[in-house]
Each structure stands twice: as structure tokens, then as C-alpha cells.
């Protein structure tokens, strides 16, 4: 089973910048599609970038297009999320999530493995 931790969010100003990561263990993140979910304050779960095993990626909020990056490092078993220009509407709980599907969507039940999050709020 495949667990997922994410480390890197804080408080940061508005048009700041932060980068997560999400690290795995008892599994390797190359073989799996993953996303970056966020969920804010009162709201539901949205998907923001996925990354298939190929490295290919995919916005699936708008919102963060320009804005945010996915990426991954093979040899750390990594996958990192570099969020730029950062707005307070981006505060939020981020998480990422393993899904075994090849091509999967923004539905958050299409993902089997999920990290405990890491909390980004922007404020000043």
C-alpha cells in the first residue's frame, strides 16, 4: 500500500511563492498518475494538476494555469507542486493523491492513496 506524505505549505503573502511535495513509501510514485487536490475553507475537494507516468500534465482548475507547476523527481519518489503568484483564494488544505487508473480525472473518488495535506494560506 502506498503512502503519501506532503510537506512545504505555510503562510505566505500575497504574490508569494511556495512548493510542495509529496513523498511516497511502499510504492514508487513513477508507476501511478498523480494529482494535487486542494480543499478550502467551506468548500469541497478540487483538483488542481495531475502528472500521468509519463510526465505529462494536466490543469484541472483554470484558476491555477500560468500559476502553478507539477513535476516530478524519480529518483526522490517525489512529486512536487510549485504554486507562483500565489492569491488568497489559493488557501486551501493541498493533498495529493495516487490513482491507479492510467488516465485519470478530477473526481477525487477515481483516486485509491491520499497524503494527510499540508495547509497553504495566503494573507497578509
Known amino acids: 500500500q502506498v503512502q503519501l506524505v506532503e510537506s512545504g505549505g505555510g503562510l505566505v503573502q500575497p504574490g508569494g511563492s511556495l512548493r510542495l511535495s509529496c513523498a511516497a513509501s511502499?510504492?514508487?510514485?513513477?508507476?501511478?498518475?498523480i494529482s494535487w487536490f486542494r480543499q478550502g475553507p467551506g468548500k469541497g475537494r478540487e483538483g488542481v494538476l495531475c502528472?500521468?507516468?509519463?510526465?505529462?500534465?494536466?490543469a484541472f482548475s483554470d484558476s491555477v494555469k500560468g500559476r502553478f507547476t507539477i513535476s516530478r523527481d524519480n529518483a526522490k519518489n517525489t512529486v512536487d507542486l510549485q504554486l507562483n503568484s500565489l492569491n488568497p483564494e489559493d488557501t486551501a488544505a493541498y493533498y495529493c493523491a495516487v490513482a491507479l487508473a492510467y488516465n485519470p480525472g478530477f473526481q477525487p473518488s477515481e483516486y485509491a492513496y491520499w497524503g494527510q495535506g499540508t495547509q497553504v494560506t495566503v494573507s497578509s
Open positions: 511502499g510504492g514508487f510514485l513513477h508507476n501511478y498518475a
Open positions: 502528472i500521468s507516468k509519463h510526465g505529462d500534465a494536466t
